[in-house]
């Protein structure tokens, strides 16, 4: 079954720390992983998308890394603000079309200061 | 600015009242979704558009009905909102269908139904 785990469900880390979030994912074929950021009461933006022959993207302060080996990817948000406090949901694609889309159920951050 | 906007941001209704939700989108986008989202779960995909052609999820109940007028406008129809539909709803677009297109969510719409 095509599944999206991350790790952990949520985290509290103080202002100007860095965390990295975990995605594991049993998704096949697999086409594509995006990593979006959810701010409360808002819709999913989109940070990074990676394809299987890209092991690392960056965005900022946030980067992205894949091991389609491993099936894992993880999320790095480096010298954290407290406007980074959402959830960071973890996606990825069987192929075909948007309809394959497989959504993590997402780890929620929150960043104090 | 190129948006996806969502009105309304908060829509109550009562058990089996109909309701409406609006999708608009100034991307000029061919796809057009709508997911459904409940407390501290991923979205789940309801059904899309590709242009005019409707494509509907395996799973999602008859209750739900979707319209899309003309490329801007998406609406989402719950013919009799139950107590188990309260849910954030999200509409996307995407500019095709592939999967390495990304899709731009709007802000979502909160229905409470009472």
């Known amino acids: 079954k095509n599944q999206v785990e991350q790790s952990p469900q949520s985290l509290i880390i103080l202002e100007g720390k860095n965390c990295t979030l975990q995605?594991?994912?049993?998704?096949?074929?697999?086409?594509?992983l995006r990593w979006y950021k959810q701010d409360t009461g808002r819709g999913p933006v989109s940070l990074t998308i990676?394809?299987?022959?890209?092991n690392t993207k960056s965005n900022g302060r946030y980067t992205a890394t894949l091991d389609a080996d491993t099936k894992q990817s993880s999320l790095h948000i480096t010298a954290s603000q407290l406007s980074d406090s959402a959830s960071y949901i973890c996606v990825v694609s069987s192929g075909g079309s948007q309809g394959n889309l497989i959504f993590g159920k997402g780890t929620k951050l929150s960043v104090k200061p | 600015d190129a948006m996806v906007i969502q009105n309304p941001r908060y829509q109550v209704t009562q058990f089996g009242k109909p309701v409406t939700l609006s999708c608009s989108q100034t991307l000029n986008h061919n796809v057009m979704y709508w997911y459904q989202q409940k407390s501290s779960q991923a979205p789940k995909l309801l059904f899309h558009?590709?242009?005019?052609?409707?494509?509907n999820e395996a799973d999602t109940p008859d209750n739900f009905q979707s319209r899309r007028p003309n490329t801007s406008f998406c609406f989402l129809d719950i013919r009799s909102p139950g107590l188990g539909d309260a849910a954030m709803y999200l509409c996307?677009?995407?500019?095709?269908?592939?999967?390495?297109?990304?899709?731009?969510f709007g802000p979502g719409t909160r229905l409470l139904v009472l």
């Open positions: 990676m394809t299987f022959s890209e």
């Open positions: 995605c594991n994912y049993t998704v096949s074929p697999f086409s594509n």
């Open positions: 558009y590709y242009d005019k052609d409707f494509n």
């Open positions: 996307a677009t995407s500019r095709g269908e592939l999967e390495q297109e990304t899709q731009y």
